[in-house]
């Protein structure tokens, strides 16, 4: 890496040093654009009558939803895990 540097400065190559922070800096100042101080307050949207809506649906109750049963394949395995025979169950 040495050698690069060496190199680099021999073939005409500048290295400028800047003070800790300044390259932060535009035109000698901090940018006012990059922080969220500058701006002032914003109003805030109203959300009130949404978090309502959103607690009066919690509280009511959902209607349950009858399943019905369908008949399924259930595997009779024997004593060592192998397959023996499929059974329907209802």
């Keep these: 890496m040495q050698q690069e540097i060496s190199q680099f400065l021999e073939q005409g190559g500048e290295v400028h040093e800047f003070e800790r922070g300044e390259s932060a800096l535009v035109n000698g100042k901090l ?30 109750p959902t209607p349950a939803i009858q399943k019905t ?22």
Excluded at 32 to 60: A, H, I, M, Y
């Design 69 to 90: 049963r369908r008949p399924y394949k259930k595997i009779i395995y024997d004593d060592f895990g192998e397959p023996i025979r499929e059974v329907w169950v209802e």
């Design 31 to 60: 940018d006012d654009r990059s922080s969220g101080f500058g701006q002032g307050k914003q109003p805030r949207t109203p959300l009130n009558d949404v978090l309502k809506t959103v607690d009066d649906r919690k509280k009511t």
